[in-house]
């Protein structure tokens, strides 16, 4: 399964950039990205394992419930 690399926009609004077969690659095609994006907080690059780019998606716009207190 590769690595997809998205950049999610306001108002849930994703554009992949990347996709690469191991994670390595992904995660320092990540870093150079929010580094370019400097502090710009309306854009934020996310990493994500899965099948395929559907559903990569599918999990980045996932709503998760958050975990309970004192689950550390």
Not at 19 to 26: I, V
Not at 34 to 62: H, P, Q, Y
């Amino acid at each position: 399964m590769p690595y997809y690399v998205y950049a999610v926009h306001p108002f849930a609004q994703l554009e992949q950039v990347g996709e690469h077969g191991a994670y390595r690659e992904a995660s320092a095609q990540a870093k150079a990205l929010r580094e370019k994006l400097g502090g710009d907080a309306a854009t934020r690059i996310r990493v994500m394992f899965a099948d395929s780019a559907v559903a990569a998606e599918d999990l980045i716009l996932a709503i998760r419930d958050p975990r309970p207190p004192g689950d550390d």
